[in-house]
């Protein structure tokens, strides 16, 4: 036959319905979400998803609304359903379905056995259902079933094929696909029933639909493409049957007519191979054989002649059970996080197998499930003490060093690690310290401060901290809440050449702190005598008093055997629009959430060095320290990243073999404009993996770190937050990394991007959601019983529309079409200038490609009924805003984002403000350009910068 080559054929995938319709099981729906989402990025653009039948007649699709909704839509696919009537078809306008199809048959017997109804009246129903839908711009398409055979009554009259045809299309159908539902039909048969049906349709208006129980699929498809018919309904792995026709087989693979057309010429935008893993992964999820003869063929690696993708050490990573287990080269980053979704429960089972956490005792149950996800316990009968799994190790290998500004050193073994968290914890007992008492930290980054958290922890108490950078207000704002008995403490530290001493900050917290009954002055390094003073109901003791006498030996560090669910650490929310919230996060979901992402996603082993740049008061130095369950090293750095010199850090790194160096983006955009070079100027070939948190790492900065730091490193940006204590977006250790993309979502958590709709999208921005609970996810908020702030902090953005709830994480995202993920900043400082939503991150991005600005800070000023953009600038030393730069920042934004983007107003400012984790406070800028009062200044470093960002 004759063949235009580059002509397009359009597949329709009918697997995820007229598929799975006829499995003898039910399909769970998060499998059927996953294979479709699976087909979709294979390159099928167009996708049956689900039938909005009664549950009665096709138990299998009772569940099609849930999955509409769970569906991640990617632009250009669109996913069709079932709708046998009027209240078909409002469950899947309700569900968001982008068009639907009625189903007919040429058989009168067969239509009364199929759809319950005679041809006629099968008719008459599809007229108001096609009627509505075209109103309301829905497209119909329409099915002919029976058309070459019937199971009831044998041949079918060619003119009863075609009859149905002409009225389908009169009803309005686009689209009329042609079926060989029992498989029956041969090419010569299939030219004469397509070549009738072209004498009322046109060939764009028919498709075929051919099952192969005789074989002869291929053979009839061609037939069709002869005729000039370009639309094939197919399924992939030849799933389906048919119910009424015992039998038949499953609809011509997808697979075997892809490689057919292929091989043809033609093209289809699908990629077989991807479309074969796809095949094999539901056939293992059903239990089945596969049904495509092309997928069984290209099934092996041998036969496909490619390599496995590089898992590093399979064999003894997880594993998941052998039934649902994919080959080696099925394991990419999006795979793998699909098994932890549609399995979770095996997921985190074998998680805490495989990363080794120890238990006192290892519960039956996995999850117990409440009626909203906030309400879900992890492990509730497993019993662990977070301490024992972080002090696994007591040998002579290095667990802490650390490192300040000023050039103090000191380092601790892991054998001495643990005898003076043994030495303290029993000081800690004697003062009468009991499981769930609050023990504080206003502490720097030092070794004590781990000791003072291990200690603590192992008692069972819990843990809280700020940083001593935190004024006076901004601690007791926290801490009153939380009434600790023993507050940890530094008498000063040293933060950019300047010394700062606490001593009336200290008095200050004694005072106001009624429940205190100890400070412990952690050992003074700069020389500071001024300490603060013991009351009658407060004594101040020396680090040195807590270790006993250190000529006998320490005494045996016993572990409390907390619940899974105990409290562990108490974080805070920023505090800028109020007093900040206390977020109490569990033992076990955090030691488990911490050794996924250190074993699974950055692969930690005891022969790394472990680096991040963060203070006590924010979550990644809880992260860090759960570096010590890894038996890593860990490196502790106290001051200012850029004093005495820009490079200190990158000395730090070369001086102490810094495996996986963690920062911000703002650090690396500030060592990009100080020149900074390290791949020039330091020895760094122990470094493998560089992590970015803090806000988004442009693309620009994944340009700086591979140019100017290291050309083989492996660049993890990565975003989460103190609300779950870890991350829902970061690296894997191996597969692609797109520039200016964080690599992938984490194992386990069900995230997506969600509409105004509440529709998970694909090349789409909106509202980053996890559908699912998790282990890291709080307990609840401290002193809050009915957890009706803590309900309101997460869970009521989209409650009308999930019912158990999604935690709603407030950032403005976008998952990409690579599986990449792009955050574009808070979703409550989001641009909307003209009704178009814009993250302030889109702005950023362009504005850090000029050299004369340091840093910016962009919000939305209501003006004139609208929106408008303000933009300020913080510039070089000696600059100021002239005409000249405020063009150039607004041509670079034009051609690097939009129109839309450019700011209505430039202006310049001396500084930023920032909340004490060093973020810029969007929030509070806004509250003070449109004159209103700015909630909790205390939460700001910087509160003092206000003055510059008055109205006008």
């Known amino acids: 036959m004759a063949i235009k080559t580059g002509t397009q054929i359009q597949l329709v995938e009918m697997g995820a319905r007229d598929g799975l319709q006829n499995e003898p099981g039910t399909v769970p729906a998060t499998v059927k979400v996953e294979l479709i989402e699976r087909l979709a990025a294979a390159g099928l653009r167009r996708i049956e998803a689900g039938s909005f039948v009664s549950p009665r007649w096709i138990p299998q699709m009772a569940d099609s609304e849930e999955v509409f909704r769970l569906i991640r839509r990617r632009p250009g696919v669109r996913y069709s359903a079932l709708t046998p009537n009027l209240q078909g078809l409002d469950r899947a306008m309700q569900a968001g379905a982008d068009e639907v199809a009625v189903f007919a048959a040429a058989s009168e017997a067969f239509s009364q056995k199929n759809i319950n109804c005679g041809i006629k009246e099968s008719i008459q129903r599809f007229t108001d259902v096609c009627q509505v839908a075209l109103e309301k711009g829905l497209p119909v398409r329409g099915y002919v079933s029976t058309a070459m055979g019937c199971p009831y009554q044998g041949k079918v009259p060619l003119q009863d094929v075609v009859m149905a045809v002409r009225e389908l299309i009169k009803l309005g159908c686009y689209e009329v696909s042609i079926g060989d539902t029992i498989g029956v039909g041969t090419p010569i048969q299939v030219y004469e029933v397509l070549s009738a049906c072209l004498d009322v349709a046109r060939p764009d208006q028919l498709a075929m639909h051919f099952h192969d129980t005789y074989g002869q699929a291929l053979a009839n498809l061609r037939s069709g493409l002869e005729l000039g018919i370009h639309t094939i309904d197919a399924s992939v792995a030849g799933l389906g049957g048919c119910p009424y026709a015992k039998g038949a087989s499953g609809n011509v693979a997808t697979e075997d007519v892809l490689y057919m057309l292929h091989g043809m010429g033609y093209e289809t935008g699908v990629d077989l191979d991807a479309l074969v893993e796809t095949s094999h992964w539901i056939c293992e999820q059903l239990g089945r054989l596969n049904g495509s003869k092309v997928a069984l063929a290209l099934g092996t690696e041998a036969a496909r002649g490619t390599e496995a993708v590089s898992v590093p050490r399979d064999g003894d990573r997880l594993r998941p059970p052998s039934r649902l287990r994919p080959p080696r080269y099925h394991l990419r980053p999006q795979r793998l996080h699909a098994f932890s979704i549609s399995h979770r429960q095996e997921f985190w089972r074998l998680t805490m197998i495989h990363t080794g956490i120890i238990t006192q005792q290892m519960g039956e149950t996995i999850l117990q499930e409440g009626d909203k996800i906030w309400q879900d316990r992890w492990f509730p009968d497993t019993k662990l003490n977070y301490a024992q799994n972080l002090l696994r190790f007591r040998d002579e290998q290095a667990a802490l060093v650390f490192q300040d500004e000023a050039g103090n050193k000191q380092q601790l073994s892991y054998a001495e690690l643990a005898e003076q968290t043994a030495r303290l914890a029993d000081w800690l007992k004697q003062q009468g310290i009991k499981p769930g008492d609050r023990i504080a930290g206003f502490a720097a980054n030092r070794i004590e401060t781990v000791v003072a958290m291990l200690a603590a922890t192992s008692l069972g108490a819990v843990w809280s901290s700020c940083s001593p950078d935190f004024g006076v207000n901004g601690v007791l704002d926290r801490f009153k809440q939380i009434t600790p008995r023993v507050l940890f403490a530094v008498s000063s530290h040293l933060y950019a050449g300047k010394l700062n001493v606490h001593q009336q900050t200290l008095n200050k917290l004694i005072q106001e702190l009624p429940t205190l009954q100890s400070v412990v002055l952690l050992p003074e390094l700069y020389e500071n005598k001024n300490k603060p003073i013991s009351t009658d109901n407060c004594q101040v003791v020396e680090w040195q008093q807590t270790q006993g006498d250190c000529s006998q030996p320490a005494p045996v560090l016993n572990f409390h055997a907390c619940d899974f669910n105990d409290p562990l650490y108490i974080m805070y929310s920023s505090g800028t629009t109020g007093v900040p919230k206390c977020i109490v996060h569990g033992v076990g979901g955090t030691l488990l959430q911490h050794r996924k992402e250190h074993q699974l996603h950055l692969e930690l082993t005891r022969n790394d060095v472990l680096f991040y740049f963060t203070t006590c008061g924010w979550m990644m130095w809880n992260w860090l320290v759960s570096g010590l369950a890894s038996g890593a090293t860990l490196v502790l750095f106290d001051g200012s990243p850029f004093h005495p010199k820009p490079d200190i850090l990158f000395d730090l790194a070369e001086d102490t073999g810094i495996t996986v160096f963690g920062t911000s983006a703002r650090y690396l955009a500030s060592a990009e404009k100080a020149g900074l070079k390290p791949v020039d100027s330091h020895n760094l070939s122990r470094m493998r993996a560089l992590l970015s948190t803090g806000s988004p790492l442009s693309a620009e900065g994944f340009d700086y770190v591979w140019r100017d730091i290291k050309q083989d490193i492996r660049l993890q940006s990565i975003s989460g937050g103190t609300d779950i204590i870890s991350c829902f977006v970061l690296g894997y250790p191996w597969g692609e990394i797109h520039r200016g993309e964080i690599q992938g979502a984490g194992l386990g958590m069900d995230v997506v991007v969600l509409n105004e709709n509440g529709q998970a999208v694909i090349g789409e921005k909106g509202e980053l959601v996890c559908r699912q609970s998790f282990p890291s996810m709080p307990l609840g908020f401290w002193n809050d019983s009915d957890n009706s702030k803590y309900q309101a902090a997460y869970f009521e953005r989209f409650a009308d529309i999930y019912p158990r709830g999604v935690w709603t994480h407030g950032d403005y995202a976008e998952q990409t079409e690579n599986g990449g993920w792009i955050i574009y900043g808070r979703s409550d400082t989001v641009l909307n200038p003209g009704g178009v939503r814009i993250g ?113």
Not at 858 to 869: K, L, T, Y
């Open 840 to 952: 302030t991150a889109e702005l950023y991005r362009q504005v850090e490609l000029i050299e004369d600005v340091l840093e910016c800070v962009a919000v939305g000023q209501e003006w004139e009924n609208d929106v408008r953009i303000v933009l300020f600038v913080r510039l070089r030393e000696g600059l100021s805003l002239d005409d000249a730069l405020q063009t150039r920042i607004r041509q670079t934004i034009r051609s690097g984002a939009s129109p839309r983007h450019v700011p209505a107003i430039i202006r310049q400012v001396q500084d930023i403000p920032r909340t004490l984790n060093g973020k810029i406070a969007e929030t509070a800028v806004r509250e003070a350009l449109h004159g209103r009062p700015v909630k909790n200044k205390d939460a700001l470093a910087n509160p003092e910068s206000l003055q510059e960002y008055t109205a006008g």
